[in-house]
């Protein structure tokens, strides 16, 4: 494996892992390690990288082999390359892809669950550490990884003047679609961000279908939230399903990463002004 691994970590990306032994997705280690492009481990995360950088986390989902989460941030990584704003300069300085154990099995849904419990709760001191040095923080979740990130914010103290998290891009959250709402599960972690933006679709047979089978809810990441008037100002609902078919098609879905390049931009009206939005071939957005 590892012959597939350095290319892959060559790409511009900071690698981090709680995994044991960094690449295990079965078993969560002892602390989080640090890869850099020459494939080098430490045995902790040199956050004084990141100083004054702007950064984007990587967060992989449940059922993800090494392989298959460094492929996709490869992917992911290229496509937020060929953004630039107005002045020409790439959106990010530094793209951090983060390995947790979320188990590489189909069937092992609940313990990746707890996996991601387990992860969320050193990954609280990890988001404080580097929102302290880092010029901006934005996240980028899919599926069960926006449950270890929302469970990670959720302890934090509250601080209106600084929120750790700047934008926090959330694809095919599997949560249930109450769980941002005010008195909800993650409502207190929808305070340590700036702006929560919810990327769903009516196609994705995995939510739609084992979501519900396994927690006997409908998932945040399928038709969006239950109750509009119950969630937060700073969260936005993006409709994808016309560019969406499958769980993990948001990583190809050349409008979605337009669209956050248009929403830095402030092309897009921003969640205070439309809740919710359907995704438009040109990477805009109008509301539903």
Not at 45 to 73: C, I, P, W
Not at 139 to 159: C, D, I, Q, Y
Not at 247 to 257: D, I, K, N, R, V
Request: glycine share 6%.
């Amino acid at each position: 494996m590892m012959s597939f691994l350095f290319p892959l970590i060559a790409a511009q990306l900071v690698l981090w892992s709680d995994r044991a032994d960094f690449w295990n997705p079965d078993v969560l280690g002892m602390a989080t390690e640090e890869c850099d492009a020459s494939g080098q481990i430490d045995d902790m995360v040199m956050f004084q990288e990141f100083t004054d950088k702007r950064v984007l986390m990587l967060v992989h989902g449940f059922n993800t082999t090494a392989d298959s989460a460094l492929s996709n941030y490869k992917l992911i990584e290229g496509n937020f390359s060929m953004l630039k704003d107005e002045t020409g300069n790439e959106l990010y300085d530094v793209v951090i892809g983060y390995l947790w154990p979320g188990n590489d099995h189909g069937g092992e849904y609940y313990q990746a669950k707890k996996h991601a419990e387990k992860a969320a709760k050193r990954m609280t001191d990890t988001v404080q550490k580097l929102a302290s040095c880092a010029s901006s923080v934005d996240l980028f979740a899919h599926s069960m990884g926006n449950r270890l990130m929302l469970e990670a914010l959720k302890p934090l103290p509250a601080n209106p003047s600084k929120k750790p998290i700047q934008n926090f891009y959330s694809l095919a959250p599997a949560v249930d679609n109450e769980s941002l709402e005010k008195g909800e599960e993650y409502y207190p972690s929808t305070k340590q961000c700036e702006h929560i933006f919810v990327f769903h679709s009516e196609r994705d047979d995995v939510l739609k279908y084992l979501y519900l089978s396994s927690e006997l809810d409908r998932a945040l990441g399928y038709k969006g939230e239950e109750h509009s008037k119950y969630v937060p100002m700073n969260v936005q609902f993006i409709d994808c399903t016309p560019f969406v078919g499958g769980h993990s098609e948001y990583f190809h879905t050349e409008p979605l990463y337009q669209f956050i390049l248009n929403q830095q931009e402030m092309k897009i009206d921003p969640p205070e002004s439309a809740m919710h939005l359907k995704l438009l071939e040109n990477g805009l957005a109008e509301k539903i």
